[in-house]
């Protein structure tokens, strides 16, 4: 079993910046694959951003590319999403999730490929 706790959500003004953390428990964090996610009232929940293991590997929606970036620090058991020039559109409650991976490079892009998740943290982006 692994365990994750997203941390970092509020109310940010349009322009803004949010670091979103997810702290894992558990298992080896390392071993895992991760993702970003988001889900918006009425609509399907959306990839954000992903990391492979190793943090070698990176994947960046459309929606998201050149304004969020991924991160993780095995050390700490963590993956960061970094998100700027947040816009109200980016409204979401947000989840981070975790899949277990043998490889250092893959990534996973689909949400029902990823067995964890945490509980969401709302993101409100006012104009």
């Known amino acids: 079993q692994v365990q994750l706790v997203e941390s970092g959500g509020g109310l940010v003004q349009a322009g803004g910046s949010v670091r979103l953390s997810c702290a894992a428990s558990g298992r080896t964090f390392s071993s895992y694959t991760m993702g970003w996610f988001r889900q918006a009232p009425g609509k399907e929940r959306e990839l954000l951003a992903a990391?492979?293991?190793?943090?070698?590997?990176?994947y960046y929606g459309d929606s998201v590319k050149g304004r969020f970036t991924i991160s993780r620090d095995n050390a700490k058991s963590t993956v960061y999403l970094q998100m700027n020039s947040l816009k109200p559109e980016d409204t979401a409650v947000y989840y981070c999730?975790?899949?277990?991976?043998?490889?250092?490079?893959?990534?996973?892009?689909?949400?029902?490929?990823?067995?964890?998740w945490g509980q969401g943290t709302q993101v409100t982006v006012s104009s």
């Open positions: 999730a975790a899949e277990f991976s043998s490889s250092y490079t893959l990534i996973y892009y689909n949400a029902k490929e990823y067995e964890y």
């Open positions: 990391i492979s293991r190793g943090g070698s590997s990176t």
